[in-house]
């Protein structure tokens, strides 16, 4: 090695070793520009598997209807026993969507005005440890509270990827998915339905939540579960305020490897 | 140089000389009554000397002569860039965006041909009318029912194009991805088709839920615009656009040539609030501009734009009969809001270097 490139390369290593390991984190996970509340609890990076992670300051939306969870089967740990969350991503490599094929995993807790969020990246047919001592455990967040999204973006739509939450071990993803939505407002409908994407299958029904003739109260959870097909589908939802004449129709489409 | 000038040059170096031989005689404790006298001497010939007029004139003359060119230049020179504010109704409003763009609601559209979407990326239809999803070049239209657009998401850096030709306004956007979706209600007859199928006409009824008509486009940049046509029954209003360029004119004939799109309106110039009333097509020019669209109404008939920000070229007038709008620097300072507080500040700094040079120089 030369005399000249020594001082180079030590200048080098000493900006590696002054760069904290958090930088480096925070080059994998950018967290969300939210404002964090104070103390513990406040969203930020946390240690371990990277991920961004607490509770955060309200901000303004407007009245609509959202895709709160969709998983590979509903949630299902124990505050007082479980340590450790598994979120497991099915292999989607066969999407061809981003050059890592990391699925984005993001967290949020059920409750109006209760401002927590979760936000990873897990490499597509692997794992993401979520220490349950950082907020879960501390915050009583128990399985009912939360909400657990995953997806990958192809030419700039979100096609959403069932992942498993386990506690204990890894477990894989099944056909079954439990998907959750919440209205910010009180809804007088909310009717749902999947399709295979691009099936020749006659249109399917909708299927309504809440008995008829009562309304959906702001807030509670809309849940319901369905079996996912291999390939793309389609989930349709069709929601109505009460005193309004306007549906929102998100339409959502899902993968499954 | 007179001669006058040049021997009372002579005299101040000489009597200088005196002087400094006179202090280094005192410094020393020597006598120097001789050089006093001589000092005296000196004076007494340059105050003899015929004063020189000209050359003072000739100061004055170079000092005026740079005033008046800086103040010309002050004249002529404008600010790097003005802040611009615009209210106008037009036919034509083209801008991009430097933040993304999110419309939700429900567009309320007319009955009868009141949609038409073409040059998508994609197309998924209710599977009330097939389930099959229609891939480039894609194509839409309700020939006849109820229709509402109920979304449409356009990315930052695309460039949306609006123009009404009456009954029908059209919406072009191209660089950036674009996502909408649109919502049929009761019995809808349309036609659906892409690059490879033909567009087939085809009906159906949608009795308690809306159908949900799906589009996309990726935006490429050397791609064909995503074009929607529609007759809109009611208003929408935009707000808080951020955008980093527009302009209320359009190339419709596609030879570079804008047809500018203005009805009425005002222009108005922070830095020198300067205000310009706007008449049926007049040609504005906002070059590079950056600011944001306050309000946006688009109505069944009528295009309400208002919008402020920073842009350095502002212009009003058509080609060789342009008005440059941005202030020039002695219109700036002129229109400043406490423009004494401004020359008061000068006057100091003035003085101050004044002091400065007397301490160091004399």
């Given amino acids: ?257 | 140089m007179k001669v006058s000038d040049r021997l009372e040059n002579k005299l101040v170096q000489a009597r200088r000389a005196v002087a400094n031989s006179a202090a280094q005689k005192a410094l020393d404790g020597l006598p120097f009554q001789d050089e006093l006298a001589q000092l005296e001497r000196y004076d007494k010939l340059i105050k003899l000397l015929p004063s020189s007029d000209r050359r003072n004139l000739r100061a004055a003359s170079i000092i005026a002569g740079l005033c008046v060119f800086f103040a010309g230049l002050a004249w002529a020179w404008h600010i790097p860039s003005a802040h611009v504010s615009v209210t106008a109704t037009t036919r034509v409003v083209n801008f991009r965006l430097a933040d993304p763009l999110h419309f939700s609601g429900s567009w309320q559209l007319d009955e009868d041909t009141g949609l038409s979407l073409a040059n998508l990326s994609e197309l998924t239809l209710p599977p009330e009318f097939t389930p099959q999803a229609f891939k480039g070049g894609a194509s839409f239209e309700v020939m006849q029912g109820q229709v509402a657009v109920s979304e449409l998401r356009l990315a930052a850096g695309g460039a949306l194009t609006i123009f009404r030709e009456d009954p029908t306004l059209h919406i072009l956007a191209l660089g950036a991805p674009l996502q909408g979706q649109v919502q049929l209600f009761g019995d809808i007859s349309a036609a659906a088709g892409s690059m490879d199928e033909t567009a087939i006409p085809t009906s159906a009824h949608f009795t308690n839920v809306p159908g949900v008509v799906s589009f996309f486009k990726d935006g490429t940049k050397y791609d064909l615009a995503a074009r929607i046509d529609l007759k809109p029954k009611n208003n929408i209003v935009l707000r808080n656009i951020k955008v980093d360029m527009l302009s209320l004119a359009l190339d419709e004939s596609g030879t570079g040539e804008f047809a500018s799109g203005i009805e009425a309106g005002t222009v108005t110039v922070g830095e020198s609030g300067e205000k310009v009333d706007l008449t049926y097509e007049d040609q504005l020019h906002i070059g590079a501009f950056t600011g944001v669209v306050k309000e946006f109404l688009i109505a069944p008939d009528l295009l309400r734009i208002s919008f402020e920000g920073r842009a350095p070229e502002v212009s009003v007038g058509s080609a060789g009969f342009k008005r440059n709008l941005v202030p020039t620097w002695l219109a700036y300072f002129y229109y400043q809001p406490h423009p004494s507080f401004f020359w008061g500040a000068v006057v100091f700094l003035w003085s101050a270097l004044w002091s400065v040079r007397e301490l160091l120089f004399k």
Avoid at chain 1, 92 to 105: E, I, N, Q
Avoid at chain 1, 148 to 162: M, S, T
Avoid at chain 1, 177 to 184: D, E, H, K, L, P
């Fill in chain 1, 1 to 257: 090695m030369s005399t000249a490139s020594t001082p180079i390369l030590g200048i080098i290593l000493a900006v590696v070793v002054m760069v904290p390991p958090e930088a480096i984190a925070q080059d994998q996970q950018k967290c969300a520009s939210l404002q964090p509340v104070a103390g513990a609890s406040g969203y930020k990076l946390r240690p371990g598997d990277v991920r961004c992670e607490g509770f955060y300051q309200s901000p303004v939306s407007g009245a609509r209807v959202e895709l709160f969870s969709l998983t590979s089967g509903a949630l299902n740990y124990d505050l007082q026993s479980d340590q450790v969350l598994y979120v497991t991503s099915p292999d989607v490599s066969d999407l061809d969507a981003g050059k890592a094929r990391t699925v984005s995993v993001q967290a949020r807790a059920l409750p109006l005005e209760k401002y927590y969020r979760m936000d990873a990246a897990v490499f597509s047919g692997s794992s993401l440890a979520w220490p349950m001592s950082a907020v879960l455990t501390p915050e009583r967040l128990a399985p009912d509270a939360i909400g657990v999204v995953a997806w990958v973006e192809q030419d700039g739509k979100l096609i959403f990827v069932p992942v498993a939450v386990s506690p204990t071990k890894p477990r894989p993803v099944t056909e079954l998915v439990a998907a959750v939505f919440r209205s910010s407002v009180d809804l007088n409908q909310f009717q749902w339905r999947v399709r295979p994407k691009g099936s020749t299958a006659q249109a399917l029904e909708w299927i309504s939540l809440g008995a008829s003739g009562s309304s959906l109260r702001a807030g509670r959870p809309l849940r319901f579960s369905f079996e996912l097909t291999k390939g793309f589908t389609v989930l349709e939802i069709a929601a109505r305020a009460v005193n309004s004449d306007n549906w929102q129709t998100p339409t959502f489409a899902i993968f499954r490897p």
